[in-house]
């Protein structure tokens, strides 16, 4: 097994898009911050602080091992964004992976590539069909998989720290095998990591013709299905290869895909064909694209009435088995109590933080007049004020719970109680 990084040229662009814009501080919103930073696993991640970068707790390797610098700029978000591409074996990440390195984005893209076997497969082909085959560079390493912390960790700030002018964006092609979250987890919980390189969102690959099979495999006792994990995870979904599927099976498939992920935006595709925005700039962590992210599908909704205190229940389980991995969605009018929402999201991740896999948020809380958006992967919390309400708009609260064995009605109920 070998993990690679590749570098292809495309041309050059800056970094203005990766600009944080300033939040606005109030009391309100300090306080708010306050109360989620004590609760999170202590791995909260404050926009208001100095520091813009997440302020993750644990560190795989030192700064002084890879010599880079401790303070970068203050103001400026210049880590390198990443995407990580998942999905079954042979469901077309290194399709995609081709179709992304060769399309005009105006990104150099450097890519971390694993998987199985001696034979550099994967490699040659990427390498065929990349625009400038002088600049990709091969750096052997261990398993992504199996040590995917320590491997990836190091692999990243090489990178950085080598090659850093090189490239605009990363990719990494996880091995169809792989169970998505070691690697998410690597981008939260590593503060060096966290400090250079941002993720940027999980795209992964569905194919259409095998999917259902294995997401409906039924495993044993505490082992993971991969196909499940790889779709829980992700912020974009492609259902590729429709060409071998009927619309029937298609419409099957991706009442399955939201069941277990009504959070990720999903596009049909042949040959991984999509256009670059939809897998590159995703913006899958940011607070400030959260509310644009935490949309419902209306098709799942019971009822597009909104009532004051009424939430609406857009737990999608109709005709699908019970992977015991699903979604439940909360859209409800509503002004929240910031201290029980504090305390409910605390008890929720000290409770359920193993099985909460991703949650994003939505919020309308008493006394101000800013949205408040959070983003959590397990017990890891990120929160801030988003933008203001509009004088005329409704004050829509917006939650997103992807995990395993979600008890619906409890989190409706805690929901509830966060009522003002
Ligand atoms: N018919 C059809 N074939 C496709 C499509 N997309 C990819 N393929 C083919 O499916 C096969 C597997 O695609 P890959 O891109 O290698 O899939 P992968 O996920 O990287 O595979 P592993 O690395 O083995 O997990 C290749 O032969 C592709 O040409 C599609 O939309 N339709």
Redesign the pocket.
Known sequence: MAARILLSRTSLKNFNHFLHPPIHDSSSSSQFLRSLCSLVSRQFNSRHAKNPHPGYSRSMVSASSYNLDENPSLDLDTRVPATIIT??????????LNHILTSQHGKRIAVIEN?FGEVDI?GS?VASHSSSNEDIVMVNNGCLCCTVRGDLVKMLLQLVKEKREKFDHIVI?T??LAKPSPVIETFCMDELVSRHVKLDGVVT?VDCKHAMQHLNEVKPRFVVNEAVEQVAYADRIIL?????VTEAELETLTKKIKHINGMAQIKL????SVDMDFVLGVGGYDLERIDNEVQVDSSCTSSHHHEAGHEHDNHHHDHVHDSTVSSVSIVAEGTLDLDEVDDWLERLIEEKGEDLYRMKGVLCVNGSDQRYVFQGVHSTLDGCPGGTWGPDEKRINKLVFIGRNLDETSLRKGFRGCLA
């Open positions: 999905g079954f074996l042979g469901s077309g990440k290194t399709t995609l998987e994967d082909l092609e091995t169809g690959l590729n290869k429709i060409d071998l595709a042949k040959f991984g």
